[in-house]
């Protein structure tokens, strides 16, 4: 029988390719079909986020998650969780098919009245394969996960590639969700081999329930503060502004906060087995932070600094006006990823009500944010979400170096170090643009090349430990993957 220890491996790498091929079979999609599309389509599929996704959160209810925490279970667990979940997405789309009229009278736009009915749709979808997301996650089958992610990604991504080149406009965006929400379903029902029984055990909903009310409540908090921009901006700023900021914001989905998941997928199980050993977790800590800021800033850093020839080269000049949104959604990266680390850590030694308050925290001055910010523009509101991001990192590494008992000194200098060398960088990257202005394709591959060696070079000299913990990391990373190909 295969040890935890090579299945822990196996789901590393195959979590790895997962998170980085998908993302990057949707961002080739998204900037081909970007190029074919207008603002304004984009913009049309914005105003109506923030509904799908409260719908979504809904259906699942935490059941998904309920069943892959749970150790004792068997069919009766799967099978309830199943009708429930497809119970709910019903009653989701009844309202979102009746109260499209009401969305599109908000926006002022008919034509949402079609797109919210039609969208809806992958909420029942996504209802019949939630059981079997939580089959191969608690048999750590990863492989089979990254496989149905990939052709889904690429099958959604020909289809609104198609549609986009054949004139349907923000229905290829439609479609092209809902295309891959098919896939998804079909591979996964494929790959279980698990089939639902006409079976609902009362006794066994209460216990899913009693989990799963914790995270649905979780997560409809955190679908409402993080879309609630989508329907402010789609009612007080033209439709194309709003559609610049969809846009930025998925940039933003597929570097940052994909990255940033990514990586508490792993450290999470990681730093739950060495909780008790306080020596053992801090050091692993301090490593694993080290790595996580020198990657990010880099990363960051050059997200940055070629946002702008990269649009224009990639997105065409129409996209231009995203790029002062790109970037600022970019510099979140810099905070964002090292939040969610620490908050995941603080969650796997349990120390869940320290959690809690870092997250209560951040909602608290993103709601204050918007209130105070919003009469300045979409820019304004972005850069308060971002400041309220920061102070809830330091925050966060304030209460974890308390907690266990980590020196403040080695979360914070290697911070501020980064940031000098992210501005010195910077500097460079801005005499470059100076110099080749109006050539764009040497601009970007100036930026992507001299900038990062320039970078690197400064965090060597400066001993920033990340460059070692990236050298190590490596090397665990592809022995594990060569004995995950041969076992």
């Keep these: 029988m295969e040890g935890l220890r090579q299945k822990t491996t196996k789901g590393i790498f195959w979590s790895f390719l997962d998170y980085f091929g998908v993302y990057l079979v949707k961002f080739a999609f998204t900037i081909v079909i970007a190029r074919t599309l207008s603002p304004d389509d984009y913009g049309l599929m914005g105003m109506i986020v923030i509904f799908i996704a409260i719908g979504q959160t809904l259906m699942q209810s935490g059941f998904s ?9 068997n069919e009766e667990d799967f099978f309830t969780a199943f009708w429930f979940n497809i119970l709910v997405a019903v009653i989701v789309y009844l309202i979102l098919f009746f109260g499209a009229g009401a969305i599109a009278g908000f926006f002022g736009r008919e034509i949402l009245v079609a797109i919210t009915r039609v969208a809806a749709t992958g909420i029942i979808i996504n209802s019949l394969c939630s059981v079997q997301v939580a089959i191969l996650t608690k048999r750590m089958d990863f492989r089979k996960l990254t496989w149905i992610h990939l052709l889904s990604a690429l099958i959604s991504g020909i289809t609104g590639l198609l549609m986009a080149l054949k004139g349907y406009e923000v229905w290829a965006l439609v479609f092209q969700t809902l295309s891959g929400n098919v896939i998804y379903l079909a591979g996964l029902w494929f790959s279980t081999r698990w089939k639902p029984r006409l079976v609902f055990d009362y006794r066994r909903f209460r216990s899913l329930f009693n989990f799963g009310y914790k995270v649905l409540l979780q997560g409809l908090t955190d679908v409402i503060f993080t879309k609630s921009y989508y329907p402010l901006i789609g009612k007080f700023f033209p439709v194309s502004q709003l559609g610049f900021y969809t846009n930025a914001n998925r940039f933003h989905e597929i570097f ?4 940033s998941y990514s990586a508490s997928r792993v450290v ?30 880099l990363g960051s850093l050059i997200l940055i600094i070629t946002s702008r020839p990269f649009i224009s ?9 995203s790029v002062p949104f790109m970037q600022l959604f970019f510099i979140d990266g810099f905070f964002l990823p090292l939040l969610i680390f620490n908050i995941n850590t603080l969650y796997s030694t349990g120390r869940g ?9 951040r909602k608290a001055l993103i709601l204050i944010s918007i209130i105070v910010l ?6 304004a509101l972005i850069a308060g979400q ?29 911070l501020l170090k980064l940031f000098i060398i992210s501005g010195l960088s910077f500097a460079l990257s801005s005499l470059i643009e100076a110099g080749v202005a109006g050539y764009d394709w040497i601009e970007l591959l100036l930026k992507v090349t001299v900038v990062p060696l320039f970078f690197v070079a400064l965090a060597w000299l400066t001993g920033i430990h990340g460059i070692r913990e990236l050298r190590d990391f490596m090397h665990n990373f592809m022995s594990g993957a060569l004995r995950s190909k041969r076992s």
């Design 256 to 259: 940052v906060r994909q990255t």
């Design 374 to 379: 919003f009469r300045y523009g979409i820019e």
């Design 353 to 361: 009500g320290a959690s809690l308050r870092i997250d209560i925290l």
């Design 313 to 321: 080269v990639a997105l065409t000049a129409k996209w231009l006006p």
């Design 65 to 73: 998650m309920a069943l892959i925490q749970k150790r004792e279970h």
């Design 386 to 414: 971002v400041f309220s991001t920061m102070v809830s990192m330091i925050y966060s590494a304030l209460a974890l170096g308390k907690i266990h008992d980590i020196s403040y000194r080695l979360i914070f200098i290697p």
């Design 268 to 297: 999470f199980p990681a730093f739950a087995t060495i909780q008790d050993d306080r020596e053992r977790f801090r050091n692993n800590y301090i490593r694993s932070f080290n790595l996580l800021t020198f990657l990010m800033f």
